[in-house]
């Protein structure tokens, strides 16, 4: 619940106030989004993910995907996604996050080889060795 609280705080609409270092939202400035949906249906919400790939999103996990989107494309899209789930079960968020809450990201990416991808740059995996329980 935590995570949905950080993330609507952060979402950025233009009802918002505009401060000094604050950027006047447009329908048309880009945005970083994250959509992140959980559907029952497996033809609902293999539907969901083509919309999301129609509006250019990257798929980050399997129920996830993030992007940049205009705020008028935010809205299309999720017009378009609750249309196609209907009156069927489920739950589709779309967050905003600001360029500078982006920017202090942290990721892993790896495909299994001996390299993961950290923050946008290429580091070693670090191999891990468990210590058994009790053991010295």
């Not at 809205?75 to 589709?92: D, F, S, T, Y």
């Not at 001996?114 to 740059?121: D, I």
Request: overall charge positive; aromatic content about 6%; proline content about 4%.
């Amino acid at each position: 619940m935590a995570f949905v609280q950080k993330f609507r705080k952060l979402c950025n609409t233009s009802k918002q106030p505009t401060t000094n270092h604050q950027q006047p939202t447009t329908n048309h400035s880009p945005m970083n989004c994250i959509v992140i949906y959980d559907i029952p249906s497996n033809r609902i919400r293999t539907k969901v993910a083509d919309i999301c790939l129609d509006y250019g999103l990257n798929r980050i996990q399997y129920s996830a995907f993030a992007g940049d989107l205009a705020r008028t494309h935010q809205q299309e899209l999720i017009q378009r996604a609750h249309k196609r789930l209907g009156k069927h079960e489920g739950r589709i968020f779309l967050y905003c996050v600001s360029e500078r809450e982006w920017a202090q990201r942290l990721e892993v990416d790896q495909d299994g080889t001996a390299n993961g991808v950290v923050a946008g740059e290429i580091a070693p995996a670090m191999p891990t060795r468990r210590k058994r329980l009790g053991a010295g």
